[in-house]
């Protein structure tokens, strides 16, 4: 069964919906995964070639979360202090980004947006950010991938608006800043790119 927040998703964003939800080894036998992977989005092939998306939930999806997410903000500190060392380090930084980072109490900055949230709402936002990656992939790929080319978003340090996990990688940068949109009042807007916030609105049918 698709959880509701998927559906909503693909409700706004015009995403396609996955083949199926749930734990991926019911789908695909043997599959290997990271301990403790809250959620993900797992695409195969077919006999025949065509490929089909999976939106990989564990077991105990909730339950299982709130404990890593619970151990995770206990981390809060070192991820803070991440951020204030990454910023420091940047060869130069944009006005408009400064602007943005000062705003940003440093309270905001953990983990993953999933963090700042619990039990059910905690959940959702498991599942909005993997509908991130299928909105990158299936619905704003050129767009996006455009401005990941030009903006660098993980280097020039708009990622320490969003998150940690956000920080890692642009895919992740893009899946992260979908939660942010979808997951935080549009006051939080501020915290993700202008051009990115742009293809999001523009994508998005309840704008």
Same mark, same amino acid.
Do not use: C
């Given at each position: ?44 092939? /077919? #006999?025949?070639?065509?490929? *089909?998306?999976?939106?990989?939930? !564990?077991?105990?999806? %909730? ?77 704003? /790929? #050129?767009?996006?991938?455009? *401005?990941?080319?030009?903006?660098? !978003?993980?280097?020039? %340090? ?50």
């Amino acid at each position: 069964m698709v959880p509701v927040a998927a559906l909503e998703m693909v409700e706004r964003f015009g995403i396609p919906e996955v083949d199926f939800a749930g734990h991926v080894n019911k789908v695909i036998k043997g599959v290997r995964l990271p301990p403790g992977l809250g959620g993900a989005i797992i695409t195969a092939t /077919r #006999k025949n070639g065509s490929s *089909f998306d999976v939106l990989h939930l !564990p077991n105990d999806f %909730g339950k299982k979360s709130e404990l890593l997410f619970e151990l995770a903000k206990n981390t809060n500190a070192k991820h803070i202090a991440q951020r204030k060392s990454g910023i420091d380090a940047l060869p130069r930084i944009d006005a408009d980004l400064k602007d943005r980072i000062n705003k940003m109490p440093d309270s905001k900055y953990n983990h993953s947006i999933s963090v700042g949230f619990e039990g059910v709402e905690q959940s959702r936002a498991v599942i909005v950010h993997e509908y991130g990656h299928l909105f990158h992939d299936h619905v704003a /790929r #050129k767009q996006i991938d455009g *401005f990941l080319d030009e903006v660098k !978003p993980t280097e020039t %340090g708009w990622g320490f608006l969003i998150s940690s996990y956000g920080n890692t990688l642009p895919i992740e940068y893009v899946a992260e800043s979908f939660t942010v949109f979808n997951m935080l009042p549009v006051s939080d807007h501020y915290r993700i790119h202008p051009k990115l916030l742009s293809i999001f609105k523009k994508a998005d049918s309840s704008q």
